[in-house]
């Protein structure tokens, strides 16, 4: 296993690092006061429209999808997307939106890319990939445990030419925007088939009958406005072509598994960069702060912090890089247990390292002037997102206990 970028890598990483520089930092107190100028607005703000111009010159735009795509540029494959990904995390609220690689939309692309017929990636997939259109992601519901993905209540029925879909949806990423021109929706076909073939998935135009966002949703008072937000969306007998299933009935639950396994990890490749910028601003706050006539950085606990959080952090960004090129060399699903790893391990512990980093800032540290309190919130919610720790942690040590067993042993072991 050779981890160090090749050479495509390495020069995405520089172009990555000028954006940052050049355009990305200078714009996020601009972005601050977009949005507290326009309170009430959920699409993209002016900045992230420039910043996403400056994205395209410089070749940084949809490198998260590998190969040819249709808006003539080229994706990366996970490990060379690994070191860019991780750079764009140091801003989180800008740089991934304005390279078109932030979820939901990126998900929704890869969904598309894989599963879509023709006639669903002309229509949705090409305007995705221009970012003329934004996407959002509904499948978790207010009156299901999310854990258990088996047990939607949200129905899509079969209905002559049409499904209709019925049900209620929360934490909807990216459906505050009104440019969410697609909802993607997971649901039951048929309650009584297996338990992983009960779902479906099915592409629901925003402008629908029946389609109802209810009201936005926040993380501690955060509710990426910036972004497009997490809504509540309710489905009132919304009626769509049975031309808009994705893939087929019963496929819905194999579909999300392919869709989250990648944002999995490229929520911890932008979790890292989220903790390497905690990093940068500790440690010029510990040098410059000085407390009982030392500086902060002379004091033993910190010190203590410092160095937990630099061996933490590169030991992570290691299972990270081997779970990317594991998803490269061997597929996705031969790369589950390291994906589930990583999305237990990096979530938590970039959280601790953000803690550190907020109370070495003190009170400044819980405010909006210093971007930690944020990226706290984001970094306390992966651990949530596409599956709760506890659910990937019984898993991965189900997979433990069963891989030196004997077939008797790991029948018992089993689901």
Not at 18 to 41: G, S
Not at 318 to 346: F, H, P, S, Y
Request: charged residues 25%; negative net charge.
């Amino acid at each position: 296993m050779d981890f160090a970028p090749d050479p495509t890598a390495s020069k995405h990483a520089d172009l990555m690092r000028d954006f940052l520089e050049d355009c990305v930092y200078p714009a996020e107190p601009v972005l601050r006061e977009e949005v507290a100028q326009t309170p009430d607005v959920w699409s993209l703000r002016p900045v992230v429209g420039l910043l996403r111009d400056d994205a395209r010159e410089r070749g940084l735009w949809n490198l998260f999808l590998p190969g040819e795509h249709g808006d003539g540029g080229r994706g990366l494959t996970t490990l060379q997307y690994a070191p860019v990904a991780e750079l764009s995390g140091r801003s989180p609220q800008l740089a991934p939106v304005a390279m078109n690689c932030a979820a939901p939309d990126s998900g929704n692309m890869e969904l598309l890319h894989e599963f879509g017929t023709p006639a669903q990636r002309e229509r949705w997939l090409a305007p995705l990939l221009a970012g003329s259109i934004r996407s959002a992601f509904c499948m978790t519901e207010p009156d299901v445990a999310s854990s258990d993905a088996a047990g939607l209540a949200t129905r899509i029925r079969r209905d002559g030419d049409s499904y209709v879909v019925t049900g209620r949806k929360w934490w909807s990423t990216g459906a505050m925007n009104p440019d969410a021109a697609l909802l993607v929706v997971m649901g039951t076909t048929d309650p009584q088939a297996a338990r992983h073939r009960r779902q479906s998935m099915i592409l629901v135009p925003r402008d629908t009958p029946g389609v109802r966002v209810v009201r936005p949703l926040s993380v501690f008072g955060y509710d990426d406005r910036d972004h497009g937000g997490h809504a509540e969306v309710v489905f009132e007998d919304a009626r769509v072509p049975v031309e808009n299933l994705v893939r087929g009935e019963g496929d819905g639950f194999a579909i999300a598994q392919a869709r989250l396994g990648p944002g999995r990890v490229h929520h911890c490749m932008r979790a890292l960069g989220m903790a390497e910028r905690a990093m940068d601003l500790m440690g010029a706050r510990a040098r410059q702060r000085v407390a009982f006539g030392r500086p902060l950085a002379a004091q033993g606990v910190v010190r203590e912090w410092l160095a937990e959080s630099r061996w933490t952090i590169e030991a992570l960004r290691l299972l990270v890089l081997k779970t990317a090129w594991l998803m490269d060399t061997v597929g996705n699903r031969a790369a589950m247990t390291e994906i589930q790893a990583i999305k237990v391990a990096v979530p938590g512990a970039v959280q601790q390292i953000l803690d550190r980093a907020m109370q070495l800032f003190g009170a400044a540290g819980l405010h909006d002037d210093e971007p930690l309190a944020a990226m706290f919130a984001a970094a306390r919610a992966l651990r949530l997102a596409d599956g709760p720790d506890e659910v990937h942690r019984a898993s991965l040590g189900a997979a433990e206990a069963r891989r030196t067993a004997t077939p008797d042993e790991a029948e018992a072991l089993s689901p």
